[in-house]
Nanobody, 128 residues
Framework: VQLQASGGGLVQAGGSLRLSCAVS????????MGWFRQAPGKERAFVAA????????YYADSVKGRFAVSRDNTKNTAYLQMSGLKPEDTAVYYC??????????????????????WGQGTLVTVSS
């Protein structure tokens, strides 16, 4: 399974960006997808996740209400729509895939170690 993240760039505070994660190699619809980000000098942190069918989504408190995760299983692509961007959202954003499903998804999907496959990351810079 290969993941390719794209859509990053430079945006002013308050602006919007949409990140995409194209997945190839195996049935995309069998994977739940996560987005993480890593700011300079910080650990990689959970941002959002969506289950394989798209019925459930999860968000970090810091992005809830501003970011929206979605997927199009016909295009083998997951998305992260980011609005109301803040300078503290500046980071490299990574998409990740896991074949596992959880009854307690709100806990497990936030864990980096639960994801088997990772994309290369795309840089988002938010200027003040």
């Amino acid at each position: 399974v290969q993941l390719q993240a794209s859509g990053g760039g430079l945006v002013q505070a308050g602006g919007s960006l949409r990140l995409s994660c194209a997945v190839s190699g195996r049935a995309f619809s069998s994977y739940s997808m996560g987005w993480f980000r890593q700011a300079p000098g910080k650990e990689r942190a959970f941002v959002a996740a969506i289950t394989w069918g798209g019925s459930r989504t999860y968000y970090a408190d810091s992005v809830k209400g501003r970011f929206a995760v979605s997927r199009d299983n016909t295009k083998n692509t997951a998305y992260l729509q980011m609005s109301g961007l803040k300078p503290e959202d500046t980071a490299v954003y990574y998409c990740a895939a896991t074949p596992r499903t959880y009854s307690s998804g709100n806990y497990y999907y936030r864990l980096r170690n639960e994801y088997d496959y990772w994309g290369q990351g795309t840089l988002v810079t938010v200027s003040s």
